[in-house]
C-alpha cells in the first residue's frame, strides 16, 4: 500500500517527513545566514513568498504589504532599500503584522504550483548559490502569478 504524505493545512504542499514547510523555512533561513551572496539576492522575496503561502495569523495590511513587496521587487520598480525602507515605515510603532486568530481572507489561495520546499528541501542536498537564487526567484513569480490570478494584477 502506497503511504501518502499529508497536505500543508496553509499552502497545500505535500508535506514528506523531515520535509514539511516549517522545516524548509528553517533550512532556507540557514542557508542564507551561511550565504551571504544568497541572503542579500531574495531575502526579501523568500521570506514575503513564505507569508504569502502561509497567511493563518497575519493582517491582512501584512499581506498586502507582502503581496506589493513581491510584486515590486519582481518587476523592478524598488530596490531591496527601498522595499526595506517601506516595510519599516509600514510596520513601525504599534502597526503590526501578527493577528493572533487571525485566518487568510476567504479569496486567498489555499494551493499553490510551487512550495518553499521547491527551493530548498532539508532531506535534499543543498543547491549552489546561483542555483537557489534562480529557484527562489521561480517561487516568488509563481506566487505573484497565483495571487494576481486571484486578486487582479497589482
Known amino acids: 500500500m502506497t503511504r501518502v504524505a499529508p497536505a500543508c493545512a496553509e499552502c497545500g504542499a505535500e508535506q514528506p517527513e523531515g520535509g514539511a514547510c516549517r522545516a524548509c523555512f528553517h533550512a532556507l ?3 542564507e545566514a551561511e550565504r551571504p551572496a544568497a541572503f ?3 531575502h526579501h522575496l523568500t521570506v ?3 507569508f504569502l503561502q502561509h497567511p493563518a495569523g497575519y493582517t491582512p495590511r501584512a499581506l498586502d504589504a507582502w503581496h506589493a513587496l513581491v510584486d515590486d521587487a519582481l ?3 524598488a530596490s531591496v532599500a527601498e522595499l526595506r525602507e517601506r516595510m519599516g515605515r509600514e ?3 504599534a502597526a503590526r503584522t501578527r493577528e ?3 485566518t487568510p481572507p476567504t ?3 489555499a494551493r499553490w504550483p510551487l512550495s518553499v520546499r521547491d527551493v530548498i528541501d532539508p532531506r535534499q542536498p543543498l543547491p549552489e548559490p546561483d542555483e ?3 529557484r527562489a526567484l521561480r517561487w516568488a513569480a509563481a506566487a505573484r502569478d497565483t495571487l494576481a490570478a486571484v486578486h487582479g494584477a497589482r
Open 75 to 77: 518587476g523592478g520598480r
Open 29 to 31: 533561513l540557514a542557508y
Open 40 to 42: 542579500g539576492a531574495v
Open 132 to 134: 537557489y537564487v534562480a
Open 100 to 102: 493572533p486568530g487571525a
Open 48 to 50: 514575503a513568498t513564505y
Open 91 to 93: 510596520f513601525a510603532g
Open 107 to 109: 479569496h486567498w489561495p
